[in-house]
Nanobody
Framework: QVQLVESGGGLVQAGGSLRISCAASGRTFSRNYMGWFRQALGKERDFVAA????????YYADSVKGRFIISRDNAKNTVYLQMNSLKPEDTAVYYCAGRAYGTPSDVRSNYDYWGQGTQVTVSS
């Protein structure tokens, strides 16, 4: 089984930056997609970004394009989300997810593994 553990969340002022990490342990896959979702209080869990583990192709929600960058270090089995120009509306629990097979997806039901989330709070 694959275990995903997020870290790096915290409190940051609007306009600031934060990098969160997702470390994968246990079983890994040579062709895999990793993604980030977020869920604000009272809101649905929405897609943020995804990356192909092997090749590094990236995909972003329109709401974060130009501000967030997803990357990975395959030697460390870790995926990162660099968040810049943060806004209060970015406040949410950020979840790391893994998709074992197939094409990239922004649908959470298509992901096979999930972390427990890390809280990101952006103050004004």
């Amino acid at each position: 089984q694959v275990q995903l553990v997020e870290s790096g969340g915290g409190l940051v002022q609007a306009g600031g930056s934060l990098r969160i990490s997702c470390a994968a342990s246990g079983r890994t896959f040579s062709r895999n997609y990793m993604g980030w979702f977020r869920q604000a209080l009272g809101k649905e869990r929405d897609f943020v970004a995804a990356i192909r583990w092997g090749g590094g192709s990236t995909y972003y929600a329109d709401s974060v394009k130009g501000r967030f960058i997803i990357s990975r270090d395959n030697a460390k089995n870790t995926v990162y989300l660099q968040m810049n120009s943060l806004k209060p509306e970015d406040t949410a629990v950020y979840y790391c997810a893994g998709r074992a097979y197939g094409t990239p997806s922004d649908v959470r039901s298509n992901y096979d593994y999930w972390g427990q989330g890390t809280q990101v709070t952006v103050s004004s």
